[in-house]
């Protein structure tokens, strides 16, 4: 399938300069906003619930609530992005983090599996794995991360400590490089608006289709998707039943690639203790570079995949990695 789109117009397609010259993406948590926080924190200590059953209403955040909502909005229908500053990370234990970031979570969507074990939360670290390893995972490396999108409707991070050195995250608005792409190469937009075959990767369910097709761009009532992790487009190409990548395709994956890094595309999100970004996944493709760590500052890192609960409908060629393409419902992350 071929997707027409048309220039897309709106805040998602932002260029660098707009995040620096505009706050409306970042928040400083009040002192109020803190209290809230400890108060769900000690109330759902004492319910004991499991992980899975933290929601908002077992985080229950009276006035923070409806500042998140707002957020969850701007996410799904403005810049795609808002950073939570100044969570006071060092005054928690590790399992007090988690619960308060799958609390806060909670209001945004649906926490997803991030591995075939179920865990809803994956604690961000190097523990010395090759990405290019066959069963390498971006979260469990140093490496640094080619552009590339996650499997969830958002993704959120939390900054608990960061590394000696590198490490910087990168961002960039999908619809922003779509349309430069469609300006400057109108081929080449085509091609990466038609179908790719995408492998599955080596830590999903083996009881799915190895591959599926999938365009990288898509637009379905009127909202843009995208779906990009090369790795898994070049792991279809391992498949003999699977058509070898045209020149033309190569050219276009090759542009994208060098356009995203590009000033006029690529920002820089300064990401310190603390913070939490939470990002449209399908409107912003994210990237890191390598990092090292010292026995003082070694980086670590929370992260949450969620299906929001304002989220977009999406092309029917999301079926096979997202198990649905309803918005509002539980889909994406690794199916179980
Ligand atoms: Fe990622």
Redesign the pocket.
């Known amino acids: 399938m071929t997707y027409d789109i048309q220039r897309i117009s709106g805040a998602s397609a932002w260029e660098p300069r707009a995040l620096e010259q505009d706050d409306r993406w970042k928040y400083k948590l009040t002192e109020h906003d803190i209290r809230e926080i400890n108060i769900a924190l000690s109330k759902i200590q004492k319910l004991n619930v499991g992980e899975e059953k933290i929601n908002p209403d077992t985080f229950e955040l009276p006035l923070l609530s409806a500042k998140l909502s707002e957020f969850s909005d701007a996410i799904e229908n403005d810049m795609g992005i808002i950073v939570l500053k100044g969570l006071p990370v060092e005054h928690y234990s590790k399992e007090e983090l988690k619960t308060i970031f799958l609390g806060i979570g909670s209001h945004f969507g649906y926490q997803l599996p991030q591995s075939l074990g179920g865990e809803l939360l994956q604690e961000v670290f190097n523990r010395g794995e090759n990405l290019y390893a066959n069963t390498g995972r ?1 979260t469990n490396t140093s490496d640094k ?1 080619p552009w ?1 999108t ?1 499997r969830s409707d958002i ?1 959120s991070l939390l900054c608990v400590n960061r590394s000696e050195t590198g490490g910087e995250s990168k961002l960039a608005s999908l619809t922003n490089v779509y349309n430069k792409i469609k300006e400057e190469r109108p081929d080449l937009a085509e091609v990466l608006c038609t179908d790719f075959y995408h492998g599955r990767a080596p830590f999903e369910s083996k009881d799915l289709s190895p591959w599926y097709k999938l365009p990288i761009f898509t637009e379905y009532e009127g909202k843009f998707a995208s779906r990009y992790l090369r790795r898994f487009v070049e792991l279809g190409q391992e498949y003999p039943e699977v058509p070898r990548f045209s020149d033309k395709q190569i050219e276009a994956l090759d542009y994208l690639d060098k356009r995203l890094d590009d000033n006029d595309v690529c920002f820089y999100l300064p990401f310190e203790v603390g913070d939490m970004q939470i990002i449209n996944n399908f409107t912003i493709c ?1 990237s890191r570079n390598t990092y090292t760590d010292s026995p003082e500052k070694t980086r670590f890192l929370m992260r949450l995949w969620l299906a929001s609960y304002k989220g977009r409908a999406l092309a029917p060629e999301f079926q096979s990695l997202y198990g649905t393409t309803e918005g509002g419902v539980i889909r994406g992350g690794i199916l179980l």
């Open positions: 971006g991360l590339h996650d993704v994210h």
